[in-house]
T-cell receptor, first 114, second 115 residues
Framework: KQEVTQIPAALSVPEGENLVLNCSFT??????LQWFRQDPGKGLTSLLL?????REQTSGRLNASLDKSSGRSTLYIAASQPGDSATYLC?????????????FGTGTRLQVTL | NAGVTQTPKFRILKIGQSMTLQCTQD?????MYWYRQDPGMGLKLIYY???????DKGEVPNGYNVSRSTTEDFPLRLELAAPSQTSVYFC??????????????FGPGTRLTVL
């Protein structure tokens, strides 16, 4: 059974700092790995998707890496801003029954202070 | 496009009551999913559907039922609500095609409390 762990559970940094969020998973038979952002009381917004054959993806100040063999992914946020404050969820895509499914970690709650 | 919409946004149920959570997507996605998110936890898959008339169980299906009569709609039915079903429920959809390159699009969620 796939298990996804995110460390740390919470993180507070001053504005402008670069930071790294970590995600680990137990089963390397995955389709992809995705990072989502969740704001309080809102749904999830997809940030980056790394296919199983890829090593990293970049979008603006965000860079996500994937090491399937070690079961790890990192999300790097450069020059953090107060607007980056949210919960970041890592999710691993894998096969289930007749479709694919996402297995989520419990998230890292990020606060960027002025 | 409105994307994925869910109704209601909030609901309080008494133990033993039933209700249907509505989910609609206007992106012509064939894959649709229901998740629940308990406080401080990740999302867990309840049910999913690969197209109209086809549904299957996820990790935590007990106490729930689904149907998929159209491409757009994927309602989730709670029968005999229990306090353990207090959670935030998210509906999601995904485009057709290979699973490796497509993300899921999420609705805003329904916050359900069972007292």
């Amino acid at each position: 059974k796939q298990e996804v762990t995110q460390i740390p559970a919470a993180l507070s940094v001053p504005e402008g700092e670069n930071l790294v969020l970590n995600c680990s998973f137990t089963d390397s038979a995955i389709y992809n790995l995705q990072w989502f952002r969740q704001d309080p009381g809102k749904g999830l917004t997809s940030l980056l998707l790394i296919q199983s054959s890829q090593r990293e993806q970049t979008s603006g100040r965000l860079n996500a890496s994937l090491d399937k063999s070690s079961g790890r992914s990192t999300l790097y946020i450069a020059a953090s801003q107060p607007g980056d404050s949210a919960t970041y969820l890592c999710a691993v895509g894998s096969h289930t029954g007749t479709a694919s499914k996402l297995t989520f970690g419990t998230g890292t709650r990020l606060q960027v202070t002025l | 496009n409105a994307g994925v919409t869910q109704t209601p946004k909030f609901r309080i149920l008494k133990i033993g009551q039933s209700m249907t959570l509505q989910c609609t997507q206007d992106m012509n996605h064939n894959y649709m999913y229901w998740y629940r998110q308990d406080p401080g936890m990740g999302l867990k898959l309840i049910y999913y559907s690969v197209g109209a008339g086809i549904t299957d169980k996820g990790e935590v299906p007990n106490g729930y039922n689904v149907s998929r009569s159209t491409t757009e709609d994927f309602p989730l039915r709670l029968e005999l609500a229990a306090p353990s079903q207090t959670s935030v429920y998210f509906c999601a959809s995904r485009p057709p095609g290979g699973p490796t390159e497509y993300t899921q699009y999420f609705g805003p969620g329904t916050r359900l409390t069972v007292l």
